[in-house]
C-alpha cells in the first residue's frame, strides 16, 4: 500500500491536512481529492511513500455529539470530559488555552500535535514549532464508514473532516495516548473534540468563535515510553476496520 499525505501553507502557518492509505491504483484520484482541500494555500506539499506492514484495529472510538450555546459552555464540559480520563482541571485548562493563544511558541498554528505531560503540564514533543503528526492512518473501507455515517445523518461539507479526525484519534488511543483535546485552525469550523479510551469521541460545538484562525491538537500522555509512543504515532502504519 501507500500512504499519502498532504499539508498546505498559506503566509508560512499551517491551513490544511490530510492523510490516507490507498492502493496504487487509487493514486491519481486520491491525490485529485486531497489538493482541493485547502481553501487557500501558497504552498503544498504531498508525500508519498511505500508502506509495506499494514496493522488493524477493529474498531474505531465510538461517537458522540453535544451543542452548547457559548464557548464558555463548551469548555467547561471538555474539561469535565478530560476529567473521566484522569486529566487533571489544571492540565486540562492548560491544554484549552495553549490551543487558544496559538501552540507555536513563535505565534500560530502548528503542524503537529502538543504532547502534553498529565502530570506537570510540561510539552515534551522534541520539536516545539513542528509538533508531532498521527500519519499513516485510514480506514480499511473509507467508501462503506462514509455510507454508514451518511445514514445516520451526518453530512458533506464536514463529513471528510470527522472521518478523518476520528481515524487520527482513535489510532492516537490505541497507540498510547491517555486523551486528546482538539479543535480546528479552520475559521469557519468551530466543531472540536475530546477522546479517550472510557470517553470514545466526543465532538463538542463552539470549541471556538467563527473566524478565529487558531486551533490544533494536545495530546495527553505519560512521560514514560514517550519515544514509544512517537515512534507508534509517527511510524506504524494502521487501518480502521469498522466503526
Known sequence: ??????????????????????KPDALQ???KELIKRPKAYDKMVITLERVEEINTIPKALTIYSYDFKSVEEAHNFAIKSLLKEGIPEDIALEALN?????????????RGAVLMDIHTGERLEPD????????????KDRQEVKRVLRERGLKKPYLERLLDALALATKNIHC????????????????????????????IKPMKEYGVPLGGRVY??????????????QNRAVLIENL
Open 176 to 203: 498510547g495516548v491517555i486523551a486528546e483535546l482538539c479543535w480546528s485552525d479552520d475559521p469557519d469550523y468551530v466543531t472540536g473534540y475530546v477522546a479517550g479510551k472510557n470517553l470514545g469521541y466526543v465532538r
Open 98 to 110: 495553549t490551543l487558544k493563544r496559538g501552540a507555536n511558541p513563535k505565534g500560530g498554528n502548528m
Open 1 to 22: 500500500m501507500l500512504s499519502l499525505r498532504m499539508r498546505a501553507e498559506l503566509k508560512g502557518q499551517h491551513v490544511s491536512g490530510a492523510e490516507r492509505l490507498i
Open 29 to 31: 484520484k486520491t491525490i
Open 220 to 233: 495527553f500522555v505519560r512521560r514514560e515510553g514517550i519515544e514509544k509512543l512517537i515512534e507508534c504515532l
Open 128 to 139: 516545539k514549532e513542528r509538533g508531532i503528526r498521527t500519519v499513516r492512518v485510514d480506514w
